[in-house]
């Protein structure tokens, strides 16, 4: 629905009509005062006795030709007036409509918004069950046939939840839903996030990967930040059919300049700006690759306005293409508690078992409302070598947990049943029981209020979608902060 000012509605021809009558009104307006004058001075030569009684007839006659005259400009004044006024309704009339029909599309839109925002968790949940499960498949030992299935399997769960999400979050960020938590923290930081969870998936598609350090502190939202960037490497990773990757930085007055170049297809130069639009794909010609809706770079393009971040692609067709992003620079805080901006170290190799300093296998507890989250947690957990306890709620994590067990990591997701948080099952698990541990909160709400009290409380946070690959290198990390420290 168009929401342009209803003064875009009116036609040439009554705007022009309006600005005559305007005139018209003016112009009578300054006839009528200059007349007010003259009959004024008349009067008075009339009155002034008999020096002038010679020609007073005749002033008089020609006074009374002037206040005629005076009657019909201020006649016509009144019909200038009058159609003003109808005029003036009218537009108020039309003005009406418009803002009506702009309020039933706004609810309509706010109606949607909701709709996606209430149901995507409930989109969701499933899908990432599979997803967690498909990848449990890929840690066990399974015939060459089996083990091709089950990753085109994998990759067709990938698609339609990567679809799902985008969907989601596109109606989110129109609605207003995703506010920005600016911090300060170092690129290299993230980067080698990054580098860590793309490694691995530039080396299934046979491509080099290469990322440059870099020690420049930037002042942004690290997870926000951190999606763009995720969207570039994907699409680099899809739309490159061979030679390499490479993700770097260079510093520049107006900030640092974070890019990721390859050697793909590239872009024609007529198309580099449409595709930030919704539903455009980079290559609608190659259906096997193209199997998005269009909507990642949008999302980019959204995600960099609310951040007030310049983006930018320059491509050569059969060359390559290199998408940027320009982040202000930002000072690091004497102390930074910020995990999220950590180092992670990366995982490789699987079914690795993880011990402790006493020999025995590392614990993690897992708490969620899904049975088949739980479920598909604990066999792809055990399958890095983990021993898992998982609970709906606290009672049930109560029931399992014996009077020595300690617990090594902590996974909760954020909503659980009857209004309960992960956040207060924990503080219970701390104050009645002891247990400390490592907490990676994992949630599909977006709010700033949840991402400051996470962090206030020094844990991890992971928005759904989860990814295996990611959820194993962040474990990784905790694990190992939590030796260095002492926990």
Same mark, same amino acid.
């Given at each position: ?32 005062? @200059? ?42 004044? =009144? =019909? ?10 009218? @537009? ?8 009506? /029909? ?15 925002? /209430? ?24 015939? /060459? ?23 989601? %979050? ?7 839903? #995703? ?38 502190? #930037?002042?942004?939202?690290?997870? &926000?930040?951190?999606? #763009? ?8 990773? @899809? ?22 170049? %390859? ?10 700006? /449409? ?29 960099? =306005?609310?951040?007030?971040?310049? #983006?930018?692609?320059?491509? !050569? ?87 020595? !067990? ?6 909760? %997701? ?6 309960? !948080?992960? &956040? ?18 994992? !949630? ?22 989860? @990814? ?11 694990? %190992? ?7």
């Amino acid at each position: 629905m168009s929401t342009d000012k209803p003064s875009s509605m009116e036609s040439p021809h009554t705007k022009k009509r309006q600005q005559s009558l305007q005139q018209q009104l003016e112009q009578v307006m300054v006839e009528n005062a @200059r007349l007010k004058i003259i009959n004024k001075a008349l009067i008075e030569r009339v009155e002034a006795g008999p020096s002038l009684h010679q020609g007073a007839y005749g002033n008089f006659e020609h006074a009374v030709f002037l206040a005629e005259q005076v009657r019909e400009q201020t006649d016509a004044l =009144t =019909t200038v007036n009058e159609q003003l006024r109808q005029e003036i309704g009218e @537009r108020k009339i039309i003005q009406h409509h418009l803002l009506e /029909a702009k309020k039933e599309a706004e609810q309509a839109n706010h109606s949607k918004t909701k709709f996606l925002a /209430a149901t995507s968790h409930d989109l969701l949940q499933p899908m990432n069950a599979a997803r967690l499960f498909a990848a449990s498949l890929l840690e066990h030992p399974l015939r /060459a046939k089996t083990q091709a299935l089950v990753q085109s399997l994998n990759y067709s769960l990938l698609d339609v939840e990567t679809l799902l999400a985008a969907l989601v %979050d596109i109606s989110k960020l129109d609605a207003g839903a #995703i506010q920005p938590d600016i911090n300060n923290f170092c690129a290299n930081d993230l980067l080698r996030n990054l580098a860590n969870e793309f490694r691995t998936q530039a080396a299934q598609s046979q491509l080099h990967f290469h990322w440059v350090p870099s020690t420049a502190i #930037i002042a942004t939202d690290c997870q &926000l930040l951190a999606r #763009i960037l995720r969207n570039f490497l994907s699409n680099a990773i @899809r739309y490159t059919d061979s030679g390499r990757i490479v993700m770097g930085c260079r510093r520049t007055r107006q900030g640092l300049l974070i890019q990721v170049w %390859d050697t793909g297809s590239g872009i024609e130069v007529e198309q580099q700006q /449409a595709i930030f639009e919704e539903f455009n794909r980079l290559s609608p010609d190659h259906s096997a690759q193209d199997r998005g809706l269009g909507l990642g770079l949008a999302i980019v393009d959204k995600i960099a =306005t609310m951040l007030g971040h310049e #983006i930018s692609v320059h491509s !050569t067709p059969g060359v390559g293409s290199c998408f940027s992003v320009r982040i202000p620079y930002g000072e690091l805080p004497q102390t930074n508690s910020d995990v999220s901006s950590a180092p992670i170290a990366s995982i490789n190799g699987t079914n690795e078992h993880h011990q402790t300093s006493d020999s025995r296998p590392q614990q993690i507890l897992v708490i969620d409302n899904e049975p088949s989250i739980c479920q598909a947690m604990k066999l792809l957990l055990e399958g890095w070598g983990f021993t898992v306890i998982t609970g709906h709620n606290f009672n049930e994590l109560i029931a399992q947990l014996k009077p020595a !067990t300690e617990i090594d990591l902590i996974i909760a %997701d954020y909503h659980l049943d009857e209004g309960d !948080t992960g &956040l207060r099952v924990i503080d219970k698990l701390s104050q009645e029981y002891g247990i400390q541990a490592p907490v990676l909160i994992i !949630t599909a709400n977006y709010s700033n209020e949840l991402k400051q009290q996470v962090r206030a409380l020094k844990y991890q946070l992971m928005t759904k979608p989860v @990814r295996p690959a990611k959820l194993k290198v962040t474990i990784r990390h905790l694990l %190992d902060s939590a030796v260095e420290e002492g926990l």
